[in-house]
């Protein structure tokens, strides 16, 4: 009888063992897993989480590995005392038995944790939160088409990917993704489905859902900003290398475009095509100046949401309409000094420069609302210098309004903010703050009196009067000025760590953006695309498809032409899933959005798709928008229990 009790003894000892090891294992990695999905990779503006939160989650892991090690180290001899004297009992209630279960339940629970890592995830960083349909309308930013692309690309061909969504996603597993589905609404607004919504089944397992910039708004189309991808830098590099320059490789390269984007009223037309001579600067001033994508990264002031009410409905644009950028269009340097007041930061203050250092405007500006700290240290306003000033800020919108050139580059240090000051809209910016960086990090800015002194050997922003207006306006002018009779290099630590600077003076001459298309990535790194659609759909791909697309059954990329929108859904159901991306356009006539039928229908039809994609399929479902109204994106992945 000792024999067999100190033989099972020693079994249940070696059970209890396992099951300590594996419950604290499935602590740490349980742990792990949190921690990770609180915190996102190359995310600058995370959420900083609760230090006594962090402080929990580490003593938990601590203690959690300490368990393993002494469950390790565990004095068997010790351990067979504790648990002989008890051995018999234990084994005629069946205890046996139930360790043994126990021990099955933990081992499931651990393969099902491994599995979850396995498979791809959507995680939101702040500005998809800021655009997340859950968020307050007045504080909601929508992200742009642009966005949305770089997701596709993410999804569909990984890290070799041009671009990633890291701005507002983080697409786990990205890898894991088995294929791309894309089902875009046109005509189909937010404002549809915020009437429609019980109707909007899909929503339930479409779990992301941010408003996004409806290209209606800029005379855009949703196919355009779906395919038409900006080159990068290496890229053309790589075809100034081959052609010799990019307008060679244009002539040549027919799968290459010129492209400029942008979400203001910018009247059609070419840029003046200028001589070298009527040249001023040594390279283009439009290649400093920030693209769209930029302006939404630096939190300037966008007209994103067209006639809607939003957190911008009392801005004002400079201009009614603009005219391209070009080379020679002039540049103008503005700074604004703020007072704290009982509503935040206000104007007190406005300077203007033209290109020769001229002040062509300068004024204090009296707040409305009452001032509760006149930051003199930074302003260098006083009560004394607002005691007799009658100006508000509507005057100086105005005055701008009439005194700005409809292609005028305003120029700064971190505009964003002066613009908040005034409340007013600009599509040409060039930013001192990002132009020159002497950090080698873009979120590390450099203030504007350390350009000064490292660049123009020149000392700002001295002695206890505050800041000057005018000298920071005439500062920021004359570092640009410099750089523009440079090169583009000149003082960016990013661009100097890059390349030598020789290899950036083939980009002198440029004056746009040039872009390749989407298949133009996907199709080259063996993947297959699927886009569905009326015939002029697939017309306004077609320019994209250029040897891409033919008859043969070998094609990486079909295309089916359907004009009815129930064919369309059976030609996604049934084809999807051998594809890697799949794009596919519905359209609904104006009277048909006023009938509940329609919307749902169009959730039964988007059920139907859900149901015949695979496991790990990324599903986007997207509401187009239209004139008056931006669009919503619907985001989710499939996971299958199994």
Not at 232 to 248: C, I, R
Not at 558 to 581: H, Q, T, Y
């Amino acid at each position: 009888m000792e024999v067999w009790e100190l033989k099972h003894s020693k079994k249940e000892l070696r059970m209890e063992k396992k099951k300590k090891r594996l419950n604290a294992l499935l602590t740490i990695a349980t742990l792990n897993n949190n921690d990770g999905r609180g915190r996102l990779p190359n995310s600058d503006q995370e959420q900083t989480p609760d230090v006594q939160d962090c402080s929990a989650a580490k003593k938990s892991k601590k203690e959690s590995a300490e368990s393993v090690s002494n469950v390790d180290g565990m004095d068997f001899q010790n351990g067979h005392e504790n648990l002989k004297d008890s051995a018999c009992n234990n084994l005629s209630n069946g205890d046996s038995e139930t360790q043994n279960q126990d021990y099955k339940k933990l081992k499931a629970e651990e393969k099902k944790l491994i599995s979850g890592r396995k498979k791809p995830n959507l995680l939101l960083k702040t500005p998809g939160n800021q655009a997340s349909l859950s968020t307050y309308v007045a504080d909601r930013v929508p992200i742009l088409f642009t966005d949305v692309q770089h997701l596709l690309l993410n999804s569909t061909i990984g890290h070799k990917s041009p671009y990633l969504p890291l701005r507002w996603c983080h697409l786990e597993k990205s890898n894991k993704i088995s294929h791309t589905v894309v089902t875009v609404v046109e005509g189909v607004s937010l404002y549809d489905f915020c009437a429609w919504e019980s109707h909007f089944e899909f929503a339930k397992y479409l779990p992301h859902q941010l408003e996004v910039v409806t290209p209606s708004l800029y005379s855009g189309s949703t196919i355009d900003e779906l395919a038409v991808i900006p080159l990068t830098d290496l890229e053309k590099e790589s075809l100034v290398k081959e052609y010799g320059s990019m307008d060679a490789a244009m002539e040549t390269r027919k799968d290459l475009m010129s492209m400029m984007r942008a979400v203001f009223p910018v009247k059609a037309g070419l840029r003046p095509n200028l001589s070298s001579d009527e040249i001023k600067d040594n390279f283009s001033r439009t290649q400093l100046v920030l693209s769209t994508w930029q302006l939404v990264e630096e939190n300037y002031p966008l007209p994103l949401k067209g006639k809607l009410k939003t957190s911008y409905s009392d801005y004002k644009m400079t201009k009614d309409e603009y005219e391209p950028v070009s080379a020679s269009s002039p540049l103008f340097a503005i700074d604004c000094e703020m007072c704290r007041t009982r509503s935040g930061l206000e104007l007190t203050r406005i300077t203007v420069v033209n290109e020769e250092y001229q002040v062509i405007y300068e004024t204090y500006v009296l707040p409305y609302n009452k001032i509760t700290d006149y930051l003199t240290a930074y302003s260098g306003i006083t009560e004394k210098k607002l005691s007799n000033v009658a100006t508000r800020l509507e005057d100086v919108q105005k005055t701008l309004i009439e005194l700005l050139p409809p292609n005028a580059i305003l120029v700064g240090q971190s505009l964003n903010f002066d613009l908040h000051a005034l409340k007013m809209m600009h599509p040409y910016i060039i930013d001192t703050s990002i132009i020159f960086n002497m950090t080698g990090d873009r979120t590390r800015k450099t203030k504007l009196k350390h350009l000064a002194k490292q660049f123009l050997k020149k000392n700002i922003q001295v002695g206890a009067n505050g800041h000057c207006s005018l000298e920071d306006a005439v500062t920021s002018l004359k570092l640009v000025k410099l750089k523009l009779a440079k090169h583009l290099a000149f003082g960016d630590a990013i661009l100097k760590s890059k390349q030598n600077v020789e290899e950036y003076d083939h980009l002198k001459t440029k004056h746009s953006e040039y872009a390749s298309s989407i298949f133009n990535q996907v199709i080259p790194k063996n993947k297959s695309c699927l886009i569905v659609g009326s015939e002029k759909v697939l017309e306004s791909y077609s320019k994209y498809l250029k040897g891409f697309h033919n008859d043969d059954s070998d094609s990486k990329v079909k295309v089916i032409c359907e004009n009815e929108n129930a064919a369309i859904i059976d030609n996604i159901s049934n084809f999807a899933k051998d594809f890697n991306l799949t794009l596919a356009h519905l359209n609904f006539e104006s009277q048909q959005l006023t009938n509940v039928d329609t919307f749902t229908t169009l959730g039964n039809w988007i059920d139907k798709i859900w149901e015949n994609i695979e496991d790990k399929c990324l599903t986007v479902v997207i509401l187009a928008g239209n004139e008056t109204c931006n669009g919503a994106i619907f985001i989710g992945i499939k996971k299958n229990k199994r």
